[in-house]
Nanobody, 126 residues
């Protein structure tokens, strides 16, 4: 059973930092690009960042460029999202998702994702 489990969310003040983790099991981890997505209450889900299966390529949404860093440790089957200088607009449920990719690249397009975690809540206060 392919599975992704997010952790590391919680309350944080504006300007602070948070690191989210995504633990994977049940599939060949390095064949899958991993993306982080978020969904604020009452809003649509949006992409945050993604990383290719071997970790050589990353993409960031404009909202996170310069503040967020995505990384992965394939030996541990884990992906991380380091969030620095967080803002209230960063609040929401953060999901990780896996997408099978033949090449070492990633795309931030949630309909193409093969499976999802259940999310972890991030709440940024001013």
């Amino acid at each position: 059973q392919s599975r992704l489990v997010e952790s590391g969310g919680g309350p944080v003040q504006s300007g602070g930092s948070l690191r989210l983790s995504c633990a994977a099991s049940g599939f060949r981890f390095d064949d899958y690009a991993i993306g982080w997505y978020r969904q604020a209450h009452g809003s649509m889900r949006e992409a945050v960042a993604c990383i290719s299966g071997r970790g050589t390529k990353t993409n960031y949404a404009d909202s996170g460029t310069g503040r967020f860093t995505i990384s992965r440790d394939n030996a541990k089957n884990e992906v991380y999202l380091q969030m620095n200088s967080v803002e209230p607009g960063d609040s929401g449920i953060y999901y990780c998702a896996g997408q099978f990719m033949h090449l070492d690249l990633c795309v931030m397009h949630y309909p193409d994702q093969d499976f999802w975690g259940r999310g972890t809540q991030v709440t940024v206060s001013s």
